[in-house]
């Protein structure tokens, strides 16, 4: 199946820094969306993006649609210990059909 | 107003018996998703219902799933003859559209002895 990669694996940081991750594809993705899930929980959808070149902003979260369509970044600034979970990217590919694919995930640790 | 929910929360099985689980999509939701998420990983897309249309079922893995949907109601999705491998969070998610966010449920975490 489709390969949505996503770095890093892990983050450990220290409360206050930003964090910035990212998500590949080999293939083009009409939307992307960043998800956020706590333990025992299921995902929260954070930002949404559906243009290649878009940069939305929600607080202290950004993300953009890579121009190529194949890729995407978060970032999150001045990390907080709530920002504590597993980040996940997702969303369709161009002629894919009616699956969403979800990233491999980015597990963020924030240290107080 | 209420989200998605899902039934049982947890459930354990013998390999071999079949399994039932249980999603009620917000109200009004026309679209509804399956996924199955193993431990420490993404979650895997199963099965997308919208509306009337005939459901996609792309992403089930074996003829041992098997999902229903009647209307813009309840599913159930259906796991005979549960393997070992069949153990992992099954998520459900409803929407407003495809294109739409999804609001997902709390899951229905499934291992098999």
């Known amino acids: 199946g489709q390969q949505l990669n996503q770095s890093p694996q892990s983050m450990f940081i220290q409360e206050g820094e930003d964090v910035s991750m990212n998500c590949t594809s080999s293939s083009i993705f009409n939307t992307w969306l960043w998800y956020k899930q706590d333990p025992g929980e299921g995902p929260v959808l954070l930002i949404a993006?559906?243009?290649?070149?878009e940069l939305t902003s929600n607080g202290r979260l950004t993300a953009q649609f890579g121009i190529t369509r194949k890729d995407s970044f978060l970032n999150i600034s001045a990390s907080i210990p709530s920002d504590v979970g597993i980040y996940f990217c997702?969303?369709?590919?161009?002629?894919?059909?009616?699956?969403?694919?979800f990233g491999t995930g980015t597990s963020l640790t924030v240290i107080p | 107003g209420a989200g998605v929910s899902q039934s049982p929360s947890n459930k354990v099985t013998e390999k071999g018996k079949d399994v039932e689980l249980r999603c009620d999509p917000i109200s009004g939701h026309t679209a509804l998703y399956w996924y199955r998420q193993r431990l420490g990983q993404g979650l895997e897309f199963l099965i997308y219902f919208q509306g009337n249309s005939a459901p996609d079922k792309s992403g089930l893995p074996s003829d041992r799933f098997s999902a229903e949907r009647t209307g813009e109601s309840v599913s159930t999705l259906t796991i005979q003859r549960t393997q070992q491998e069949d153990s992992a969070v099954y998520l459900c998610?409803?929407?407003?559209?495809?294109?739409?966010?999804?609001?997902f449920g709390p899951g229905t975490r499934l291992t098999v002895l």
């Open positions: 993006l559906y243009k290649a070149g």
């Open positions: 997702a969303g369709p590919i161009e002629r894919g059909g009616n699956q969403f694919y």
């Open positions: 998610a409803s929407s407003n559209g495809f294109y739409n966010e999804q609001f």
